[in-house]
């Protein structure tokens, strides 16, 4: 069972577009929310994260929108560029006995095109 | 890039073999991660540990053992490879266990059981 739903699997998005990719949870013990971007044949990297006591999070091109009520959160890319082209994966993390457990959305394949 | 390298990085081997993945880190961070990546699965962490010869298991740990006898380095064996267990196999590194610390992963090991 997802524990973090990732919509949608893959996007293909026109040069100079918005992509948004979509995640929601159910678990409110989850108190930490990172995307990752991955390249082919590369490990995920961190991107940007947000906490839930704030509603948005911006990074240059980079925003992440939180609805705490709504238990969903989202990536909006701006100005997409075919540089940004990968697998952006969310995530959701609690403290489990002193680790951090980090859940994983099934990664969504963007594809930018010029 | 956080200083983390994994040996081998492809590997083909035949069912029932046992095989060793090693994830060497130059950051000195306590935590240290084994995750598995599947396609319509995101990220799954197989075994964690917290220091030197402290570990623990992840949610999909069935089939696999760790060790950590240095700082620096944390194995992963498959007893005995089974099909299941092909797979891209991703070392990653924290500095601590709270949820918030970044998450440092290496570039994978490609393993295909035949």
């Known amino acids: 069972q997802q524990q973090v739903k990732q919509s949608p699997q893959s996007l293909i998005v026109q040069k100079g577009g918005i992509s948004i990719i979509n995640c929601a949870y159910e678990n409110t013990a989850f108190d930490y929310f990172p995307w990752y971007q991955q390249f082919p044949g590369k490990g995920p990297a961190l991107l940007i994260a947000i906490r839930p006591d704030v509603s948005e999070k911006k990074e240059g091109r980079f925003t992440i929108s939180f609805n705490k009520s709504a238990k969903q959160f989202s990536l909006h890319i701006m100005d997409s560029q075919p540089g940004d082209s990968a697998t952006y994966f969310c995530?959701?993390?609690?403290?489990?006995?002193?680790?951090?457990?980090?859940?994983f959305g099934i990664g969504t394949k963007l594809q930018v095109i010029p | 890039d956080a200083g983390i390298t994994q040996s081998p990085r492809h590997k083909v081997t035949e069912t029932g073999t046992p095989v060793t993945l090693r994830c060497h880190q130059t950051e000195n961070h306590r935590y240290m991660y084994w995750y598995r990546q599947d396609p319509g699965h995101g990220l799954r962490l197989i075994h964690y540990s917290y220091g030197v010869k402290d570990t623990d298991k992840g949610e999909v740990s069935d089939g696999y053992s760790v060790s950590r006898s240095k700082t620096e380095d944390f194995l992963l064996t498959l007893e005995s490879a089974t099909s299941s267990q092909t797979s891209v196999y991703f070392c990653a590194i924290s500095e601590t266990g709270n949820p918030g610390n970044t998450i440092y992963f290496g570039e994978g090991s490609w393993l295909t059981v035949v």
């Open positions: 995530a959701a993390t609690s403290n489990s006995g002193g680790y951090q457990k980090v859940t």
